[in-house]
């Protein structure tokens, strides 16, 4: 039977004292609720369905790209009214999974296993030394679940009962057509309980089964900012896991930051503060020193990135090293073996094989052939204040220390170019160009003397 997705994401969040809608707050850098229409995606089910209700417009511009209907629930009557609001847009048959977009950390394994698992009313459920809040699950004799119960609505026995709803449930959409009419909001807090149904179940002879999770942390919500930030750790540590299972040395787990899609290959090291953002490849026996901060690139086998470097949008071959404090900005392309040393930035180059950027240069729009040598200090003008333009350096080039190369220009195979030059025109290939101030000497001169 088809499976389909509701995400409740109307509430406030007002204990986060924000202007951000509370769902769209990041855990690793992306909004909660994105990351329960990713795991929800990944049970294939025939739809997802947001419910969506304050701050909507940002929320709408952030699912935009979702490809995910969004219902909207004006007013927030409660989760019974907020799973209504979907109705219209589901089917009359097939099973719904109601989700929480304040709830980012469900593993996809546990969903699968409970929609799986369940015929006719399924609970995630959970055991807790402290239940306060939560609604409880009432059962008979028996051990048959006969209820849910929330906190405002308990009595004094009803409150010792440890096993609570985690809001995450599964049904059938004709049985939930049916049960939806029937929910009233005479409780405590006004509000039309989507709980109310489990005793409708009951009613209707329907089997009502709970599930539970491996771990609490997978059915943990968010209301403020302390637990935001507990999400926030609990997500490190099990990406920190992940890669010391795959066989990454990992040197403080409570030290690593992955905010996006990070794939490490073995035998790599990632020493204390690291953090590594959007798409990222790193490859076999690389080692990333403390304080690197990597967005979205690729890194080849073997390579050393000594600490407090910034990778952005780069690629880096292999048996490279790097840094410290080096910067490689959009389109920089370390090809084999090359070396880019500390206060060295390059941006949209390549620069081939085994050739040395290694102190204090600025690389930009540049094409760096084989085995060339850079000097310290030197820079692609690339920039007239209005056009960029492109500098070459063939295979085998020397250029001596602070150097200036005023783009466009090309110096040729095996060319070396003398410290302290200005290179305005092209250099022939295997030649010397120097273009500085001759230097004299002025003999007798006298260093002036105070005067009295
Ligand atoms: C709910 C459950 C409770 C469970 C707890 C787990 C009900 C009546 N109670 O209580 O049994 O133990 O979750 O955290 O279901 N929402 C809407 N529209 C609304 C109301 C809520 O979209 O009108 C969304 C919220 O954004 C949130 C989720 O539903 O993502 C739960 O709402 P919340 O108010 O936190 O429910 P609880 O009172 O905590
Ligand atoms: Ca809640």
Same mark, same amino acid.
């Given at each position: 039977m088809d499976l389909h997705v509701v995400i409740l994401a109307a509430? +406030?969040?007002?204990?986060?004292?924000?202007?951000?809608?509370? $769902?769209?707050?990041?855990?690793?850098?992306k909004p909660m609720v994105q990351h329960v229409v990713d795991t929800a995606r990944t049970l294939s089910p025939a739809s997802i369905t947001v419910v969506y209700g304050h701050g909507g417009d940002q929320v709408c511009a952030a699912l935009a790209n979702a490809d995910v209907p969004l219902v909207e629930q004006a007013e927030q009557l409660g989760t019974g009214h907020a799973v209504a609001q979907a109705l219209p847009v589901l089917p009359e048959t097939g099973r719904l999974l109601v989700l929480y977009g304040d709830?980012? !950390?469900?593993?996809?394994?546990?969903?699968?296993?409970?929609?799986?698992?369940?015929?006719?009313?399924?609970?995630?459920? $959970?055991?807790?030394?402290?239940?306060?809040?939560?609604?409880?699950? @009432?059962? *008979?004799e028996l051990d048959r679940i006969t209820g849910? $119960? %929330? +906190?405002?609505?308990?009595? &004094?026995?009803?409150?010792?009962?440890?096993?609570?709803?985690?809001?995450?449930?599964?049904?059938?959409?004709?049985?939930?057509?049916?049960?939806?009419?029937?929910?009233?909001?005479?409780?405590?807090?006004?509000?039309?309980?989507?709980? *109310?149904?489990?005793?409708?179940?009951?009613?209707?002879?329907?089997? /009502?089964?709970? &599930?539970?999770?491996?771990?609490?942390?997978?059915?943990?919500? $968010?209301?403020?900012?302390?637990?935001?930030?507990? !999400?926030?750790?609990?997500?490190?540590?099990?990406?920190? %896991?992940r890669l010391m299972t795959d066989g990454v040395t990992v040197l403080d787990p409570a030290r690593l930051d992955v905010r996006g899609d990070v794939e490490v290959g073995p035998d790599s090291v990632l020493d204390v503060n690291v953090v590594l953002e959007g798409t990222v490849r790193?490859?076999?026996? @690389?080692?990333?020193? =403390?304080?690197? @901060?990597?967005?979205?690139?690729?890194?080849? *086998?073997?390579? %050393?990135?000594?600490?407090?470097?910034?990778?952005?949008d780069a690629t880096v *071959?292999?048996?490279?090293?790097?840094?410290?404090? =080096?910067?490689?900005?959009?389109?920089?392309? !370390?090809?084999?073996?090359?070396? /880019?040393?500390?206060?060295v930035e390059v941006k949209k180059a390549e620069i081939g094989p085994g050739s040395k950027v290694n102190h204090l240069t600025y690389i930009g729009d540049a094409t760096i052939g084989a085995n060339v040598n850079v000097g310290a200090g030197t820079i692609t003008c690339n920039y007239d204040g209005v056009n960029k333009f492109r500098t070459v350096l063939e295979d085998d080039v020397f250029i001596g220390s602070n150097t200036a190369l005023v783009a466009p220009v090309t110096v040729g195979k095996g060319a070396t170019v003398g410290a302290g030059s200005v290179i305005t025109k092209d250099v022939p290939e295997g030649e010397l160009a120097v273009a500085r101030g001759k230097q004299m000497t002025i003999r007798g001169w006298q260093r002036p003397v105070k005067q009295k």
């Open positions: 509430g +406030q969040g007002t204990r986060m004292k924000s202007s951000l809608p509370k $769902v769209l707050h990041p855990v690793a850098g709830v980012p !950390l469900t593993r996809a394994d546990t969903l699968k296993v409970f929609c799986e698992g369940t015929q006719g009313l399924g609970i995630l459920t $959970v055991h807790l030394e402290n239940p306060t809040g939560y609604g409880r699950i @009432v059962r *008979d849910i $119960v %929330e +906190q405002k609505d308990a009595t &004094a026995d009803q409150l010792q009962i440890r096993e609570v709803n985690t809001g995450i449930m599964c049904m059938p959409i004709e049985a939930l057509r049916r049960w939806i009419p029937q929910l009233g909001n005479q409780n405590a807090q006004g509000e039309y309980y989507l709980t *109310d149904i489990v005793a409708l179940a009951v009613q209707d002879g329907l089997p /009502v089964t709970a &599930a539970h999770p491996h771990h609490v942390w997978e059915v943990e919500g $968010v209301n403020n900012r302390l637990q935001l930030a507990a !999400l926030e750790r609990q997500y490190q540590q099990n990406q920190a %896991e790193i490859g076999r026996n @690389v080692t990333i020193g =403390a304080g690197c @901060v990597i967005r979205n690139s690729t890194i080849g *086998d073997g390579v %050393e990135i000594a600490p407090y470097s910034v990778l952005e *071959d292999g048996g490279n090293s790097i840094g410290p404090f =080096a910067r490689l900005r959009p389109g920089a392309h !370390l090809h084999e073996g090359a070396k /880019v040393g500390n206060f």
